[in-house]
């Protein structure tokens, strides 16, 4: 582990009953530099969140956008989740990280995390212990000592 590992951080947020404008300004007053889209669909029903739309946002604001949709949950991950069985949640996402997508994912995530300044994943979930991006963030800082931070916008 570098010597310095510890000053990087990684923030996650879900937008789950949050205005656009509420997410892009706790991304940006965290300082975050880059946002990885870990939804396996980065589409949305919400106007201001589906790929283009929020890429554009971020961009207006100085913030890069990525979508890693091998980090993204499969589908009967995100139905186990929606029901709030996160026990089925786990199971099903344990299984999907060992998959080569999702290796390759949590790879190039760690390599953002140390090259690319603050960084924050993103999902639907407002409560990220709900959420798939907690078991990505809890392995990232196992993994590579980084520092987890959740963030939460304004809900409507």
Do not use: W
Request: net charge positive.
């Amino acid at each position: 582990m570098a010597k310095n590992s510890r000053t990087k951080r990684l923030f996650t947020i879900g937008y789950e009953q949050t205005p656009p404008k509420a997410v892009l300004d706790e991304i940006e007053n965290a300082g975050v530099k880059l946002l990885v889209d870990v939804r396996a669909v980065a589409s949305s029903r919400r106007p201001g969140f589906s790929k283009g739309q929020l890429a554009s946002g971020l961009k207006e604001r100085g913030i890069g956008y990525l979508h890693l949709r091998g980090l993204g949950t499969p589908k009967e991950g995100r139905l186990a989740a929606r029901s709030g069985d996160i026990k089925a949640l786990e199971k099903i996402y344990a299984k999907h990280l060992k998959t080569p997508q999702a290796r390759e994912g949590m790879d190039e995530l760690a390599a953002l995390v140390d090259k690319s300044g603050p960084v924050c994943i993103l999902c639907y979930e407002r409560d990220h212990t709900n959420c798939h991006r907690r078991f990505i963030a809890e392995i990232i800082e196992a993994r590579d000592g980084v520092a987890i931070e959740n963030l939460v916008a304004p809900q409507i």
